[in-house]
């Protein structure tokens, strides 16, 4: 055996060594039942997944979204595509911390965005992951002589437009006051005894207490009677995020703020999910914030001028919390306790860490596939990958023998690397994907029909099997690489301009066929080398 034969099978046996290392975290993390698999959690099981093979949408299941931007929203002369731009960036930064695998998020058009996030089949997680513009803003609470003059600024009026109108049968409340002097007082004694909330002066501090079951009739009346313009300059009303315990009610909370901002979500830097910063509430989970410098250095000051001010956290015009400032506020860190289960802190670290969108936007149409589904599409999938490869392989078993022994040997390698690869790079495998492998494996049996039939005719001039084995390759080659250099070409283009689903068919095809130039030209030629080295051959079959 020359220099040339030994490099050839070490690399050769280099590779087949490096694609059973690729391919074991794919074959581990797939051979566990699938509900251990999706429930199982801790480092061990999450590297697992980072150095395996993924399924995409059509697969495994999951959510095909598509949004439009709310123009609307936008300061005047806004660019609307340029803001669509951003929104990608935003969205596509708040999946991929959010953990989902290989998740497609797209422009489409000047204003819609198409998002597929894969494995996702919680739809009103992926709503609030999407849908939140994550607006972050923390706003001073109107002193308590200024919220009370607001609010019976507000109730005069709601009175007045009320005149007349008959008593609200479904929460009971009057119709010619919504706030009488005896609900301010028992408001006075329910948030007196809240702890966010403090006495100044005589009167109180705080927010309005409305009872779950009215809280929303109340939001209606506000809105629709615009008490907005109504209201002082710089004065601003807003809800509770969610609903807050006073007493033995639970309820929503109606905050006075100042309308500008002191700081803003600009000036955080990081954000994560964190356990026992509210210390009436040691267990729950929260945010903590990180500022940057210009964030700590603003914290900072608005901390140190309002001392015994409550300070509103506000997200997407609903405060978070709203903590009395019992100092200055040094180091740039501040937290968003509330209400929040351990997933929603974690959804809301993330997109606070991706920014605040430009704009809202909303979903206009919605699909869920789900995992049914998914294993269906597998099963068939396999079942007619299969099918074709088998009835290849026993077209070249009996149509060129020996011959075809190796054609299926090189088309068993080509799969088993291509494979490999994708499991290397953390690829994903789709339906088109799949679609792929299927015309990769036409492709390999047509590079070995070549040269078979090239190493045929050169048996037919008479040539010895060596030199026809020989020259059959050397003259097949050209015409192989033609036509895999064109497809490479074509598959290039597919995945450069094209969307997720044609993408995996450019991914498995352009790897199928790097992996077929070495499998057909030169696994086939060095074990037709082996056998021609042993013993001098009288009859070739093929």
């Known amino acids: 055996m020359d220099k040339a034969f030994r490099w050839k099978l070490i690399i050769t046996l280099g590779m087949i060594a490096l694609s059973v290392w690729a391919l074991i975290p794919t074959f581990r993390l797939y051979s566990m039942p699938k509900?251990?698999?999706?429930?199982?959690?801790?480092?061990?099981?999450?590297?697992?997944?980072?150095?395996s093979m993924k399924l995409g949408l059509d697969l495994q299941g999951g959510m095909d979204l598509l949004l439009e931007l709310d123009r609307t929203a936008l300061p005047e002369g806004s660019d609307v595509s340029e803001a669509t731009d951003r929104v990608v960036e935003i969205l596509r930064n708040r999946v991929d911390q959010f953990g989902v695998a290989e998740p497609v998020v797209q422009k489409q058009g000047e204003d819609r965005i198409a998002v597929q996030l894969p494995g996702l089949l919680d739809p009103e997680r992926a709503r609030r992951l999407i849908g939140q513009t994550a607006l972050l803003e923390f706003k001073l609470v109107k002193t308590g002589d200024e919220m009370q003059r607001v609010v019976q600024m507000?109730?005069?009026?709601?009175?007045?437009?009320?005149?007349?109108?008959?008593?609200?049968?479904d929460t009971g409340l009057a119709a010619d006051t919504l706030l009488a002097a005896d609900t301010l007082a028992e408001m006075d004694t329910l948030l007196a005894e809240r702890p966010l909330s403090s006495r100044s002066g005589g009167s109180w501090q705080g927010g309005l207490f409305f009872p779950e079951e009215e809280w929303e009739?109340?939001?209606?009346?506000?809105?629709?009677?615009?008490?907005?313009?109504?209201?002082?300059?710089?004065?601003?009303?807003?809800?509770?995020?969610?609903?807050?315990r006073a007493g033995e009610q639970m309820g929503r909370i109606l905050y006075v703020l100042k309308g500008k901002p002191e700081l803003t979500?600009?000036?955080?830097?990081?954000?994560?999910?964190?356990?026992?910063?509210?210390?009436?509430?040691?267990?729950?989970?929260?945010?903590?914030?990180?500022?940057?410098?210009?964030?700590s250095a603003t914290f900072a000051r608005v901390t140190g001028d309002n001392?015994?001010?409550?300070?509103?956290?506000?997200?997407?015009?609903?405060?978070?919390?709203?903590?009395?400032?019992?100092?200055?506020?040094?180091?740039?860190?501040?937290?968003?306790?509330?209400?929040?289960?351990?997933?929603?802190?974690?959804?809301?670290?993330?997109?606070?860490?991706?920014?605040?969108?430009?704009?809202?936007v909303r979903i206009i149409e919605e699909r869920t596939v789900g995992p049914s589904l998914g294993r269906d599409s597998i099963r068939k999938g396999i079942k007619a990958g299969l099918a074709g490869t088998l009835a290849v392989m026993a077209f070249m078993l009996w149509y060129y023998k020996a011959a075809g022994f190796?054609?299926?040997?090189?088309?068993?390698?080509?799969?088993?690397?291509?494979?490999?690869?994708?499991a290397g790079m953390n690829g994903t495998l789709t339906l088109p994907g799949i679609a792929g492998i299927v015309l990769t494996v036409g492709m390999s049996v047509d590079s070995n029909v070549?040269?078979?039939?090239?190493?045929?005719?050169?048996?037919?001039?008479?040539?010895?099997?060596r030199a026809a084995i020989d020259?059959?390759?050397?003259?097949?080659?050209?015409?192989?690489?033609?036509?895999?250099?064109?497809?490479?070409?074509?598959?290039?283009?597919?995945?450069?301009?094209?969307?997720?689903?044609?993408?995996?068919?450019?991914?498995t095809l352009v790897i199928g066929l790097i992996a077929n130039m070495f499998t057909a030209v030169l696994v086939t030629r060095m074990i037709y080398d082996v056998i021609t080295h042993r013993r001098r051959l009288e009859k070739l079959s093929i």
């Open 217 to 244: 009739t109340v939001d209606r009346m506000l809105r629709e009677s615009r008490v907005d313009s109504l209201l002082p300059g710089d004065t601003q009303l807003a809800w509770s995020k969610g609903p807050e």
């Open 307 to 360: 001392v015994n001010r409550q300070l509103a956290i506000v997200l997407d015009g609903r405060v978070a919390s709203a903590p009395v400032i019992q100092d200055k506020i040094r180091g740039g860190r501040a937290s968003i306790t509330g209400s929040f289960s351990d997933q929603e802190a974690r959804d809301l670290s993330v997109v606070l860490r991706a920014g605040a969108l430009p704009a809202p």
């Open 450 to 465: 070549l040269i078979f039939e090239r190493i045929k005719e050169e048996l037919r001039n008479l040539k010895s099997i």
């Open 265 to 295: 979500g600009a000036g955080v830097s990081n954000a994560v999910r964190t356990i026992g910063e509210d210390p009436r509430h040691p267990g729950a989970a929260s945010v903590s914030l990180t500022l940057n410098n210009r964030g």
């Open 406 to 422: 190796i054609a299926v040997l090189a088309l068993v390698l080509n799969i088993y690397f291509l494979f490999a690869v994708l």
């Open 154 to 169: 507000v109730d005069r009026h709601l009175a007045q437009r009320a005149a007349g109108m008959p008593a609200a049968p």
């Open 35 to 51: 509900e251990t698999r999706d429930t199982l959690t801790g480092p061990e099981i999450d590297k697992l997944r980072d150095r």
């Open 471 to 507: 020259s059959g390759y050397k003259r097949a080659f050209r015409t192989i690489l033609d036509a895999h250099v064109t497809v490479l070409i074509t598959g290039v283009v597919l995945y450069q301009f094209g969307t997720g689903p044609i993408r995996g068919f450019a991914v």
